[in-house]
């Protein structure tokens, strides 16, 4: 089996709850991150509680150890993906916001990079059929409450990665390892959506 990708640059779309949740614990495992919200307010408050939670938590400002920073806020999908190896988008979990930013990120990002979108409901196989790269597209059961600091539970978090067919190997370690390195256990599954392998 071929060692795990590195994973250097996220780019998180949304900077609700759950985008400033993972932003923190992306940066505090040692990712660069670019997070983006089309809400200025959004973007203000987001980084001033990352600014006091990592703070606290890494003894720093949002400056790495290399001078370069943790977490820079991005004002378009554009400036957010630019360098992205994976994109998460994190807005609301509705079929027409989930096109929107897929169609977005399938214009703007890399070819390398990988999209994962945190959905209870929807099928990762419908949105990435909408894409020109179905095989780099993921689904992930996630919510911010989730996403809880790891010195506060014991043993292995899991959490389910959705899959297609069509989805790469490669797309499929990223993903695994980005959020092993976040402390999780991942879980991977075909996508309800998939038709039966006979």
């Known amino acids: 089996m071929n060692a795990a990708p590195s994973i250097l640059n996220i780019a998180i779309i949304g900077a609700g709850p759950l985008g400033r949740r993972l932003a923190f614990h992306a940066a505090r495992a040692g990712f660069r991150v670019w997070l983006e919200d089309v809400m200025p307010s959004n973007l203000r408050h987001a980084e001033e509680s990352l600014r006091v939670e990592l703070g606290v938590a890494l003894g720093a400002a949002l400056i790495s150890s290399t001078g370069k920073p943790l977490v820079t806020f991005a ?18 979990d509705e079929l027409e ?80 390892a980005f959020w092993e390195k976040l402390g999780y256990a991942p879980l991977v599954e075909l996508d309800a959506a998939e038709p039966m392998l006979r």
């Open 97 to 176: 916001s989930k096109l929107e930013i897929f169609s977005l990120l399938d214009r703007m990002a890399p070819p390398r990079t990988v999209f994962a979108t945190p959905t209870m409901s929807l099928s990762i196989a419908d949105l990435a059929s909408c894409t020109y790269r179905p095989g780099q597209c993921i689904g992930m059961a996630i919510h911010a409450s989730q996403l809880s600091d790891p010195s506060e539970n014991s043993g292995a978090r899991q959490i389910s990665i959705r899959v297609t067919s069509r989805t790469t190997i490669e797309a499929q370690s990223l993903v695994c």
């Open 75 to 92: 004002t378009t999908v554009e400036e957010a993906v630019r360098e992205a190896d994976l994109a998460i988008d994190c807005v609301p």
